[in-house]
């Protein structure tokens, strides 16, 4: 199929710990994989991307890893503070479109 | 900022009606991508147009439609308008007309409210 899974579709972490969110895709051809940061009633921002020659990416306390064997690719957030808390989604190239998983709603609690 | 400009920013309509949602991409994009978010979902991909062509659609319903324009920007069409048909709808461009390695940008959306 086309789907990109995501999961977990709601993560609430303490301020200062760290987030992990994982997706799958099935297209084993895909060779990019965003991730998107939405804030209420905003629009989806990139934070972080990855291509397909790599295993890891990090940007200060984002960090993105890539299994292409397995097809699936995580979002890490170390150190989380209160505007982290937002929707976050993943994405994946998927037979010519660039499909979304159902997105994060994460929560940093004070 | 993206550069991705939208309008209108919100709209109100009723049930059977028809309206149109324009884009225009970044400077120098030539793909234009549609998305629907309705509250507390995803973002379902619509269609997309590269350089005037479409070139892949996604779940739009035949009541919808698009074109892109030789200046690049794009409409969408609603029409015949639904409930359900409310929702966050998004315009998204980047450079290329393929998703590998080509980030998108989105505009801040157009809010569809049918009463």
């Known amino acids: 199929g086309e789907n990109v899974e995501q999961h977990p579709s709601t993560l609430s972490v303490q301020e200062g710990d760290s987030a992990v969110i994982k997706c799958t895709y099935s297209d084993s051809a895909s060779n990019y994989f965003p991730w998107y940061k939405q804030e209420l009633g905003k629009r989806p921002q990139l934070i972080i991307d990855i291509r397909s020659n790599v295993g890891e990416k990090k940007d200060q306390r984002i960090a993105v890893t890539l299994n292409k064997t397995a097809k699936h690719f995580s979002l890490h957030i170390t150190e989380t503070q209160p505007e982290d808390s937002a929707v976050y989604f993943c994405?994946?190239?998927?037979?010519?479109?660039?499909?979304f998983g159902a997105g994060t709603q994460v929560v940093v609690t004070p | 900022d993206s550069g991705v400009t939208q309008t209108p920013k919100h709209l109100i309509t009723a049930t059977g009606q028809r309206v149109t949602l324009r884009c225009s991409p970044r400077?120098?994009?030539?793909?234009v991508y549609w998305y629907q978010q309705s509250l507390d979902q995803g973002l379902q991909f619509l269609i997309q147009y590269y350089n005037g062509e479409e070139r892949a659609k996604g779940n739009i319903l035949e009541r919808f439609s698009a074109q892109q324009f030789p200046d690049l920007h794009s409409e969408l069409n609603l029409s015949s308008l639904e409930l359900g048909d409310s929702a966050l709808y998004f315009c998204?461009?980047?450079?290329?007309?393929?998703?590998?390695?080509?980030?998108?940008?989105f505009g801040e959306g157009s809010w569809l409210t049918v009463v």
């Open positions: 400077s120098g994009d030539l793909s």
């Open positions: 998204a461009s980047s450079a290329e007309g393929h998703h590998s390695g080509n980030t998108i940008y």
């Open positions: 994405a994946a190239p998927s037979w010519g479109k660039l499909q």
